[in-house]
């Protein structure tokens, strides 16, 4: 398990692990249990340019078809190829094997900015999604 | 009026606690075989042999639409064929014998002269090639239908061709680009309220513009200051349903229509809740310059696993050269197809769209007249309104107020004791009623769309109360009955995931 305590979070329940100007990005153990059983994943265009809360890829799942937004602006530089396969790895495995994709800052600083564990379990029980 | 045929099912298994447990079982179910795997006995071929004639046939078809092997009919007697499909359609899960409150989809009770109407040989034997002067009465009655929904709906002007409300869509999407472009304007964006169905969302993306979600407030109205935040020159269209899919009427709308018209944008209506609006307020009224009706949902057309429907489009004056052609005009007491229309979108269908269906409808906006489509929606709005307040004890209704006509509840209560809105969902179908909308809209956890149209009586409803709160008292007592539910269907939970991973999508000899 992932120590999520040093995750940064958005309020469209997105997760983003920094290292050096690298983010690493997926979706919340909470997220994945409300999207429910994933069927498919439609990944980004590794070179893509994105900024902040873009909709940057498409998870579908039994339910309907969900936007995953990127949490900070940059370039998508690395995709988790093996989710085109095996996308039930993110229903597994939301902070590990599941990550979606990795996205080179334009500023590092701006994951500072996003929410903090306690920020998003906050924010994840005032709010009704 | 009697109790429908299922209700009596339904109050049996209230009546006997015994005859529920019954339910509980999982009895056995065997699978219907397919017509295919049926073929096992000696039956006379039917097809006839080419014998003698190879080259009469054969030549006349192109090398590459012959088959290289054998089709694989089943060979079956005349009796056998009957007993399997007449097997099968009883099978179905219909509004004539069972109630059917799945919200957004207005499964009304489509009465059966409207049937008996549409068979009258004058309709059914009509020919489309016939020749205009031929067909005067047919072409009267498209016309008059597009001047009822003009009226009934506030436009100007209505097309009859769209076969289903996606199609309307799409059609009124086109009519958007084709203005814009006509007078010059780069548009990319089509705005789209997340509470909106998932057609609308999807016709946008499909005519290649850029979908922006406006946020809902906490009255679940469309958030008016998100909206405006995301209004800009580059704004094609916003998409709205009014009442939205929370049953809520959106009470800004003047002012909405009157925003997106600031940027030379337009605003679209899509037709799927009218039945709460009937002779009551029309969306050309309240500022919408394009709207798609559903004439399956609203008008009585059977619809649900085949239809087949219609979604006829309307529009205001400024859109009128770009609907589909040909429209049906009247000229000096005489009906005839528009023959040049140099700016319309073209034809979107193959002749005047589903003209069987188009005749129900006509017919029952006749029958009802003006006071009559009030009436449907007022009753629907009551009934609606019955239902909210009496589930109010039982379930959470995160977006609570006097609703239009269907209602969100959430199965929240239910889901802290381990039972989920789909396993209520699959429970229902063991007591003869279809599932409401389940997890629509997305911004409601657990969410169950409840609509019961104006066509169920208080004693329908009463019966739905009673049922869930029996389920209710399963949860407390027995949820595994919920957690395993349906126990009576033709078949059970069905593996969802595995169906939309690995789809068998054709029947193979193994």
Redesign the interface.
């Given at each position: 398990m992932a120590d999520t305590s040093k995750l940064r979070y958005t309020e469209t329940h997105e997760w983003v692990h920094l290292t050096g100007k690298i983010a690493r990005v997926g979706i919340t153990d909470h997220a994945q249990k409300?999207i429910s059983?994933i069927?498919?994943i439609e990944l980004p265009k590794i070179g893509r340019a994105v900024k902040g809360k873009d909709s940057a890829m498409v998870i579908?799942s039994?339910?309907?078809?969900f936007?995953i937004y990127a949490p900070v602006a940059g370039k998508i530089v690395k995709i988790n190829e093996e989710l085109s396969k095996k996308?039930?790895i993110v229903n597994q495995s939301p902070y590990e094997n599941g990550w979606l994709f990795e996205i080179e800052c334009d500023d590092p600083l701006e994951v500072e900015s996003l929410l903090t564990e306690a920020q998003y379990q906050n924010a994840k029980n005032t709010s009704?999604? | 009026m009697s109790t429908p045929l299922a209700l009596n099912r339904i109050t049996d298994l209230l009546m006997n606690d015994s005859k529920a447990k019954v339910l509980s079982k999982n009895e056995t179910r065997s699978r219907t075989p397919l017509i295919f795997e049926r073929h096992s006995r000696n039956h006379a071929e039917w097809l006839p042999a080419l014998e003698g004639h190879e080259e009469t046939y054969l030549k006349s078809i192109p090398q590459d639409f012959l088959r290289k092997k054998e089709a694989n009919l089943p060979s079956v007697s005349e009796l056998e064929v009957v007993r399997h499909f007449t097997g099968l359609s009883q099978k179905n899960f219909s509004v004539d014998v069972n109630f059917y409150p799945l919200g957004s989809c207005t499964m009304k009770y489509n009465p059966k002269c409207l049937d008996a109407i549409a068979s009258l040989s004058s309709f059914s034997l009509i020919h489309p090639y016939q020749e205009e002067s031929l067909a005067q009465g047919a072409l009267k009655i498209l016309f008059e239908m597009q001047e009822y929904l003009s009226e009934i709906t506030g436009m100007d002007e209505f097309t009859l061709q769209p076969a289903a409300g996606a199609h309307g869509e799409l059609c009124g999407l086109l009519i958007a680009g084709a203005y814009h472009r006509a007078r010059g304007s780069k548009k990319t964006k089509v705005l789209i309220p997340d509470s909106a169905h998932?057609t609308n969302p999807a016709t946008a993306a499909l005519c290649g513009y850029e979908v922006v979600?406006v946020k809902s407030n906490a009255k679940g109205l469309v958030d008016f200051d998100d909206l405006k935040s995301k209004l800009d020159s580059g704004v094609a269209c916003l998409m709205m349903t009014n009442p939205n899919t929370l049953g809520l009427f959106e009470e800004d709308i003047l002012e909405i229509a009157k925003a997106v018209h600031a940027v030379d944008g337009l605003v679209y209506y899509d037709g799927a809740n009218m039945n709460a609006l009937l002779g009551i307020c029309r969306p050309g009224d309240m500022g919408f310059d394009i709207v798609h009706m559903n004439l399956h949902k609203t008008f009585a057309v059977p619809h649900g696993s085949g239809g087949p429907g219609s979604g006829p489009v309307g529009v205001k004056k400024h859109l009128i050269p770009f609907l589909p052609s040909p429209r049906v005009l009247k000229q000096k007491e005489k009906f005839l197809f528009e023959k040049q229309a140099p700016q319309s979108i073209g034809k979107l269908r193959s002749f005047y769209g589903n003209f069987g269906a188009i005749i129900r409808s006509y017919a029952y906006i006749k029958a009802l007249g003006k006071e009559g489509l009030r009436a449907v929606s007022e009753n629907a709005i009551i009934n609606a309104n019955y239902l909210r307040v009496r589930l109010k004890k039982m379930y959470d209704v995160?977006y609570d107020g006097i609703c239009m006509h269907e209602f969100v509840m959430a199965a929240t209560r239910q889901k802290k004791k381990g039972v989920r809105a789909l396993d209520i969902a699959k429970r229902l179908l063991d007591y003869g009623v279809h599932a409401p909308t389940v997890?629509?809209p997305?911004?409601?956890?657990e969410a169950m769309m409840v609509e019961p149209t104006e066509t169920e009586s208080k004693e329908t409803l009463d019966e739905f109360v009673q049922i869930l709160e029996k389920i209710e008292k399963e949860i407390e007592q027995d949820p595994a009955i919920v957690l395993e539910a349906p126990h009576t269907t033709p078949v059970g939970r069905m593996d969802?995931?595995l169906a939309?991973?690995q789809p068998n999508l054709r029947f193979k000899n193994s």
């Open positions: 409300e059983d069927v498919f579908e039994v339910k309907a078809a936007d996308p039930e009704h999604h | 998932g979600t995160p997890y629509f997305l911004i409601v956890e969802e995931v939309a991973r």
